[in-house]
């Protein structure tokens, strides 16, 4: 199992990020997946998740912020991200299985939301 994921960055609070999950090594159409993430001195928190078919949950701290995506024939899932606040700053892993334990993890990604 192969997980990298892409498009983490620094953002103004209001701003968008898109970030991205490459998949490789396993049936990736039929696990559920999930974006977790990590803020320094905090505990792993499940952001959002997506089903083999697509169902999603979401954090209640996310829900009309966030979308999660995910394209089966290019074994790709997206988190897209609007009007990020500071408190959304975390490293960001993507991961499969819907939780914020357990699974095969990427290496993650850096967002930052700072004026």
């Known amino acids: 199992v192969q997980l990298v994921e892409s498009g983490g960055g620094l953002v103004q609070p209001g701003g968008s990020l898109r970030l991205s999950c490459a998949a490789s090594g396993f049936t990736f159409s039929t696990f559920a997946m999930s974006w977790v993430r990590q803020a320094p001195g905090k505990e792993r928190e499940l952001v959002a998740g997506?089903?083999?078919?697509?169902?999603?949950t979401y954090a209640d701290s996310v829900k009309g912020r966030f979308t999660i995506s995910r394209d089966n024939a290019r074994n790709t899932m997206t988190l897209q991200m609007n009007s990020l606040k500071p408190e959304d700053t975390a490293v960001y892993y993507c991961?499969?299985?819907?939780?914020?334990?357990?699974?095969?993890w990427g290496q993650g990604t850096q967002v930052t939301v700072s004026p």
């Open positions: 991961k499969t299985f819907v939780g914020a334990t357990g699974g095969s």
């Open positions: 997506i089903l083999s078919h697509g169902t999603t």
